[in-house]
């Protein structure tokens, strides 16, 4: 035994010897990026929903069309053009659109993938749902998609249908319920990528990183020659793990959801700097619409009155010109349709919250207010809790749980038992309105995080069908104003702020996107183009 | 039949029927959950006829025992569900994942007999002088403070304010992980003769091992130490003084050894301490193993995932067992069952 | 196992300067716990109060620990978290103590089916790590502070009826008990008046130790998001709030982890202690 102790000790102090020098990571690639986020990545572009699930879908793959650069609308991106005719929309593919496969992209895998987006009914699948009454081939490089009704929004949409590598997916496929096309390849585009954009998956763990290296097929739009030639997308770091690599010059891009004073801290060091990403997330303080007391509108406009704007601001603000929030005047981040800049801000006024309140049917103290938070967003307890103490100067009970994500996607599906108020951020996942309000405030969506205040208005409604059939943008503009006054008034939630993600960025990279004026794709998440991100040391 | 063979085959008798146990337990109160497990596998946006398919695929409109008898025809074809979390198969997660954890148990394990043992020794040597004394402190001070506190305490030391360690992970970035044979980056690099890769990997594991490790060694140094002191009040001790050996070569050879016994048996529900802890080490050094998922499931009430999770681990406990009886009754025969079920 | 008459276990415990170390910790814990309202220099900061003007300070005269991430008061909150866990140690012990020790009364006495049910039920709760077993268990149920301390009750009470049925099965065959039954007593009478008594020093060892054991558990439980909830103040979800902001608010988590540290620490000397007086074999 003895002898043992002993070469285990020598093993040991020979394996730190030894590996001290060797500590310095031999990198095997020139300009290697590595990022995180703090949700799992899900690479298969017909099942992402979430903000890290975005950034891989438009690394990994394109769509037709993409976010117009520092504008509104839409630009040519797989396809070179299209027309519009009535009902039917006809896009003309990009000539030498090539797969990472080295597969031509054809007309054919639009349709493979537009049918295993709808048949799979998963992620962005809502956007399309019942609108498109056929797709088909007109030829090897032409796709035409016949709508069943007007529906404005349709071209906006088409950012979230990534095309996918249909020779290579039917070759992956595994057995499934789709007839021929077996699983639709779902269990193998979870772990592989099979698209045309600029990068392609070397490896991939939906619990620890996303290796990603340039598509040597790539023809879209020009790639920077600066680009990294290896992408690490890491995923569930620690905040403070993070600001420590960072320091060490092992980590190159935060995630948008560390804590303010840990960027502040990271800025400080003067290896970092920061740059944000506006536009296009509202952080909305759900009331619950359909419980006691706050089914009454004089006791959420009472809520509304008395939130403490400023306070809230101050929460976020990372340096003196940086926060990871904007004021927001109305359920419309700006940027979108019937954002209205031109309104004053709101402020707190608890003598209107007083008045509001006296006009409420109920009696608060004989309701007490549950308000949950986010579990994985430790800043938003601040907020619940600055709630808190404004909402018992009104003489209201209010109580502040933290609640997992996971359990709050449950709790909302049961207006009864859902809280009364909850702070969600939601993005538009396209840049037209209609992907943001619709999802929230139309009576005919079912119960989820996104409309957790269960509006049910005939007047809203009007409005968002309206928006959908109205294909004229000047007169869809005014009916998105008209729609975002009429939710002023009903207050469905706490405008607090517009969410902006601020990046905490090494040194040595560059991403023009965020940092050069005109060149922000406005909708979340579509301006981390790796190709554009640049590696100058 | 020799009887230690027959000791191990109804060991393992028992332990098959533990673990059947353990699945009936696990899965009932997986059932008994509030919500519809169709529901929760959906997530919030799926429509009643996806919910009432997969009630059917799963057979969930039958009843609770036919239920459990689909379960346990999918556990014997290897088919464990689908995780909410990775959108994968329960089984291929336990088998990308539970290498990592393994791994990092093994080491701790090593450490903490190669550290245990040997101060345990120390302090029945000098009984009720200073070595024990602090000996005792060390080992009591370890046993007492939670792995997750060990492992932030190390990490804000040799990580952050003494950067000497990595912070995080199994590998660094810009190494590419060995191919995979075992699983462990370790054995895998070196039946590789990627040498780099070896010590990479070593480095990566002595901070989280040493967390994970503490509280077992202190818990082992108490064992051996009670043992020890129990041996040196046998006759032969006494003898062997009055022969004249010196106090070291009774303390290596005579008092030890017996003493070993003892402490083997309690390695085993050591280690099952470890594989808990593990889920407070992997969380503090995202360390990519089985236990990390575990939490990541549980946060998510991903149900197939958790009794997935679970039962492996339930599984792992009783193998080490079964290997700890069967070495206690190759080094000492006398040992029957009855004995090793005293002591534990 | 004899049982050693009090004085003479007073006596042996008095000696040992280790086991006075760790009743000394047990009443400075238990003390703090008490007069936590009088004690701590901003009760108020254990609710869900925030002041927004002291955020992340680190410690001064003020704030001995610093303060938090919404600007409570750190020590404040930590010998609250000291009552908190004492008072869950104490609730999940009492009532898996009490469960544990009838059903291994049971088991070691009646012998027969009784003792193969409630043996094999055992094993198969003792085949599970606990904290894994517990952290299961609330993966199934809403995280509060009721569900958490109901897990941890579920998964402790074998190691109770693994204790008393080892006693009960060597103290069977002792003379006193063969004389009880030969004079007719009743099972009952046996099992509670004359084998119990002899089981506890055992079972009051393994109680102070559990202590320390139970804290440990609930905290890693909290640690993981599992346990309590905000804003009570809970020491393991202090230390894994804390850490997210190391190592520039160092205090938010070392504080916290120190607490339970001296805490189990100060239980676990108390019960090796009584282990060593009692000579129980635990």
Redesign the interface.
């Known amino acids: 035994m003895k002898t043992m102790t002993r070469l285990g000790l020598l093993a040991c102090s020979t394996a730190m010897l030894l590996a001290a020098p060797l500590a310095a990571p031999l990198l095997a690639q020139e300009r290697p990026l590595r990022l995180d986020e703090a949700a799992v990545g899900e690479i298969d572009p017909a099942k992402g929903a979430d903000y890290a699930d975005t950034v891989l879908g438009v690394n990994l793959y394109e769509a037709l069309v993409y976010p117009k650069q520092g504008a509104a609308g839409v630009q040519p991106w797989l396809a070179s053009d299209w027309t519009i005719d009535g009902l039917t929309y006809t896009f003309t593919i990009r000539d030498g659109a090539t797969f990472a496969s080295g597969n031509r992209v054809t007309a054919d895998d639009v349709i493979y993938s537009f049918n295993r987006l709808m048949a799979l009914g998963q992620g962005p699948s809502s956007l399309f749902e019942g609108r498109v009454d056929s797709i088909e081939a007109v030829d090897d490089s032409t796709v035409a998609f016949t709508l069943t009704e007007a529906f404005a929004p349709f071209l906006a949409a088409l950012v979230q249908l990534s095309v996918v590598d249909s020779k290579l997916a039917m070759e992956n496929q595994g057995e499934g319920e789709f007839g021929e096309f077996g699983d639709y390849a779902s269990a193998w585009l979870s772990s592989a990528s099979a698209g045309s954009g600029a990068y392609m998956t070397q490896a991939h763990d939906p619990q620890v990183e996303t290796v990603m290296v340039p598509n040597p097929n790539y023809n879209g739009a020009a790639m920077d020659p600066l680009a990294p030639d290896e992408v690490t997308y890491r995923y569930s770091l620690?905040?403070?793990t993070v600001?420590?690599l960072m320091g060490r010059g092992e980590h190159d891009i935060s995630s948008l959801w560390l804590?303010p004073?840990?960027l502040k801290?990271m800025a400080a060091d003067g290896t970092v700097h920061l740059a944000a990403e506006p536009g296009g997330t509202g952080e909305y303080i759900m009331l619950n619409t359909q419980r006691p007391p706050l089914d009454d509108v004089h006791c959420r406009l009472a809520l509304t009155s008395a939130y403490d704007y400023a306070?809230t601001l101050?929460?976020l603000a990372v340096t003196d010109d940086m926060a990871q929030g904007i004021p927001m005047n109305g359920a419309l981040p700006k940027g979108l349709y019937g954002a209205d800049l031109d309104r004053p801000m709101p402020s707190q006024d608890m003598e209107k919250a007083r008045e509001e309140l006296a006009a409420c049917q109920y009696d608060p103290k004989d309701y007490p207010l549950d308000i949950a938070w986010i579990?994985e967003v430790?800043a938003r307890?601040?907020l619940a809790?600055?709630m808190?103490?404004t909402f018992t100067q009104l003489g209201m009970d209010?109580k502040?749980?933290?609640t997992?994500w996971a359990?709050i996607t449950q709790q909302v599906t049961e207006p009864d038992t859902a809280p009364h108020a909850i702070e969600i951020a939601v993005s538009a996942r396209t840049p037209d309105p209609d992907s943001l309000v619709y999802n929230m405030y139309s009576s005919t969506v079912p119960h989820t995080w996104m409309s957790a205040s269960y509006l049910a208005d005939d007047e809203v409604d009007g409005y968002l069908e309206a928006g959908r059939t109205e294909t004229d943008p000047e007169t869809r503009a005014q009916i998105y104003r008209d729609l975002n006054a009429r939710l002023r008034d009903l207050a469905p939630a706490i405008y607090a702020y517009e969410f902006t993600g601020v990046y905490g960025i090494r040194n040595g990279i560059e991403v023009p996107n965020l940092e050069e004026e005109g060149k922000l794709y406005p909708t979340s998440g579509f301006s981390m183009l790796f190709k554009d991100i640049r590696v100058t040391d | 039949m020799s009887p230690v063979l027959r000791l191990l085959l109804q060991r393992l008798a028992?332990s098959v029927?533990?673990?059947i146990?353990?699945s009936i337990?696990?899965f009932f109160?997986?059932r008994?959950?509030p919500g519809d497990p169709a529901r929760i596998a959906l997530g919030p946006n799926a429509s009643q006829a996806q919910i009432d398919a997969l009630r059917e695929a799963r057979h969930l409109n039958d009843p609770i025992v036919v239920q459990y008898g689909w379960f346990i025809r999918d556990l014997l074809h290897g088919d464990l569900g689908t995780s909410l979390y990775t959108k994968r198969p329960v089984a291929q997660d336990v088998a990308t994942y539970f290498p990592a954890t393994l791994e990092l148990v093994l080491y701790a394990g090593a450490m903490m007999i190669l550290l245990g043992l040997p101060l345990g020794r120390l302090a029945a040597r000098f009984q009720r002088r200073w070595p024990d004394?602090v000996a005792?402190?060390l080992s009591?001070?370890a046993?007492?403070?939670?792995?997750?506190?060990w492992g932030?305490?190390l990490?804000?030391t040799f990580a952050?304010?003494w950067p000497i360690f990595p912070l995080e992970g199994r590998l660094s970035n810009g190494i590419d992980a060995p191919p995979l044979i075992t699983g462990f980056y370790t054995i895998d690099a070196l039946l590789n003769g990627q040498i780099s890769t070896f010590f990479n990997a070593v480095y990566h594991l002595i901070l989280p091992a040493t967390a994970l490790a503490l509280s077992g060694i202190g818990q082992t140094a108490r064992l051996t130490r009670s043992s020890m002191i129990e041996t040196y009040r046998r006759p032969f001790i006494g003898m062997s003084r009055a022969y004249g050996f010196r106090e070291d070569r009774i303390s290596r050879r005579f008092a030890f050894w017996p003493s070993l016994i003892p402490t083997l048996t309690i390695l085993g529900l050591d280690f099952?301490?470890m594989?808990?802890?593990a889920?407070?080490v992997e969380?503090?050094f995202v360390w990519p193993g089985l236990s990390r998922y575990?939490?990541e499931?549980?946060?998510r009430?991903d149900?197939d995932a958790?009794v997935g999770?679970?039962l492996v681990?339930?599984a792992m406990?009783?193998i080490t067992n079964l290997v700890v009886d069967l070495i206690v009754s190759i080094i000492n025969p006398r040992i029957r069952l009855a004995e090793r079920?005293?002591k534990? | 196992m004899s049982a050693k008459s009090s004085s003479v276990a007073w006596t042996e415990f008095r000696s040992n300067p280790?086991s006075i170390l760790g009743l000394i910790l047990v009443v400075f814990c238990i003390a703090l716990a008490l007069f936590a309202d009088v004690i701590t220099p901003y009760p108020e900061h254990v609710g869900?109060?925030?002041d927004?003007t002291a955020?992340?300070q680190a410690p001064s005269a003020a704030h001995w620990f610093g303060t938090d991430?919404?600007g409570r008061d750190l020590l404040t909150r930590i010998i609250y978290g000291f009552r908190l866990s004492l008072l869950m140690a104490v609730l999940v012990l009492s009532i898996s103590m009490p469960v544990g020790v009838i059903l291994g009364l049971l088991a070691g006495y009646l012998g027969g089916w009784v003792e193969f049910v409630l043996m094999?039920?055992t094993?198969?709760?003792l085949?599970?790590?606990?904290?894994?077993?517990a952290?299961?268990?609330?993966?199934?149920?809403?995280?509060t502070l009721t569900n958490a301390m109901l897990a941890v009750t579920v998964m402790w009470w074998p190691w109770y009826t693994?204790l008393v049925y080892?006693v009960v099965?060597?103290e069977a065959r002792e003379g006193y008990v063969l004389a009880a039954e030969v004079i007719g007593a009743s099972s009952p009478h046996v099992m509670f008046r004359e084998i119990l008594p002899n089981c506890a020093p055992a079972v009051l060892t393994k109680l102070t130790l559990d202590i320390?054991f139970v804290v440990?558990m609930v905290?890693?439980l909290s640690?993981?998001?599992?346990g309590v909830?905000?804003?009570t103040p809970d020491l393991?979800s202090m230390?894994?709030?804390g850490?997210?902001?190391?190592?520039?608010?160092?205090w938010l988590?070392?504080f916290p982890?120190l607490a339970?540290?001296v805490l189990?620490?100060g239980f676990?000397?108390l019960g090796?202690g009584l282990r060593e007086a009692f000579d129980a074999e635990v």
């Open positions: 620690e905040a403070s600001r420590a804590p004073e840990v801290a306070t101050q929460l579990a430790p307890e601040r809790l600055l808190q103490a209010v502040v749980t933290r997992p359990l | 028992i029927l533990v673990l146990g353990v337990l696990i109160i997986a008994i959950v004394h005792r402190l009591v001070i046993v007492c403070t939670p792995a997750f506190v932030v305490i990490q804000l952050y304010i099952a301490t594989l808990a802890n889920f407070l969380r503090v575990g939490v499931v549980i946060m009430k149900l958790i999770v679970v681990i339930a406990f009783l079920k005293a534990a | 280790i869900p109060i925030g927004f955020i992340n991430t919404i094999r039920l094993d198969i709760f085949a599970i790590p606990p904290l894994v077993l952290m299961a268990i609330m993966g199934f149920l809403p995280a693994r080892n099965r060597s320390g440990l905290s890693s640690f993981l998001g599992l909830q905000p804003p393991g230390v894994a709030d850490a997210k902001y190391m190592p520039d608010a160092w988590s070392i982890a339970i540290m189990v620490l676990n000397l090796d």
